[in-house]
């Protein structure tokens, strides 16, 4: 899988991708992370990537010929020349684990991140293949969201995350939210581990994890558990929390 980010702020992806499991997938070449500025790209010596918007209003927008030329010279260098070019906005369709399974699934993912009061029209309608928001709430710049998708599409690849069953058993993955997860010591300050997960009883165990995913996501989200693949037994259980 390969990043290819273009940005006002090149500096800000310096740290967040350094350490951890992307460091590591990006030194054994699991993962590519290219960091472009989009100022490589502007069209004048005085390196102009915003201009004022037409019809009046509040600040400066990202000019549409910067964008289009740092895409298509990111594009050039991809094989076979295509890849999803994702503009990060509030107006995106949410991102949630669903989306980052999809997005996994590419060799190539461009990622534009915008500034100022937001990107001409034109590189939404004609250069951006996706558009992806990481919640509904604003920020100054695309950067940070960008680093979210980064996260949770990387950790999706093979081999990027060490075992492969801790991030399929993370919360989303199952389409629940997670059981509790407990470690030593068995008391802490009185407060004792449930005994099933000191059995051993690794079928009794299982069957706890998953009802205490179901209840609480019954608590916290039940709008998940119309969408989450359940057994019968998962729904009789829930019948069960219902009637308390
Ligand atoms: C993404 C980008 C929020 C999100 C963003 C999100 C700056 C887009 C500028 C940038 C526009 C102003 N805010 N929720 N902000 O994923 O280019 O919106």
């Known amino acids: 899988m390969r990043f290819h980010v273009l940005t006002l702020f090149p500096r800000m992806f310096d740290s967040p991708l350094s350490g951890g499991v992307i460091e590591r997938a990006r030194a054994s070449g699991l993962l590519g992370i290219q960091i472009h500025d989009i100022r490589d790209h502007s ?11 037409f019809g009046g209003g509040p600040g400066m927008l990202m000019k549409p010929a910067p964008l ?9 260098a991809i094989p076979g020349g295509a890849a999803p070019v994702v503009l990060l906005s509030p107006q995106g369709k949410r991102l949630t684990q669903r989306v980052a399974e999809e997005m996994a699934q590419q060799d190539h993912l461009v990622l534009v991140c915008g500034r100022y009061e937001g990107v001409d029209e034109r590189v939404r309608q004609h250069l951006a293949t ?8 604003v920020l100054s710049g695309g950067e940070l969201a960008a680093m979210v998708v980064i996260e949770a599409v990387a950790r999706l690849v093979p081999g990027v995350v060490g075992s492969c069953e801790s991030a399929l058993s993370d919360s989303f993955t199952t389409g629940l939210l997670e059981h509790p997860q407990y470690t ?42 119309e969408s989450a693949p359940l057994t019968g037994e998962d729904r009789e259980f829930i019948e069960s929390l219902r009637r308390l």
Request: aromatic share 10%; glycine share 6%; no cysteine.
């Open 43 to 53: 069209q004048d010596r005085r390196r102009t990537v915003d201009d004022y918007p």
């Open 68 to 76: 289009f030329e740092a895409v298509e010279a990111v594009m050039a």
């Open 130 to 137: 996706d558009e992806i928001s990481i919640g509904d709430y």
């Open 184 to 225: 030593r010591p068995a008391e802490f300050r009185g407060w004792q581990v449930p005994e099933i997960l000191l059995s051993g009883n690794h079928g009794q165990i299982a069957r706890w994890r998953r009802r205490e995913s179901l209840r609480r996501t019954y608590e916290r989200r039940p709008d998940l558990l």
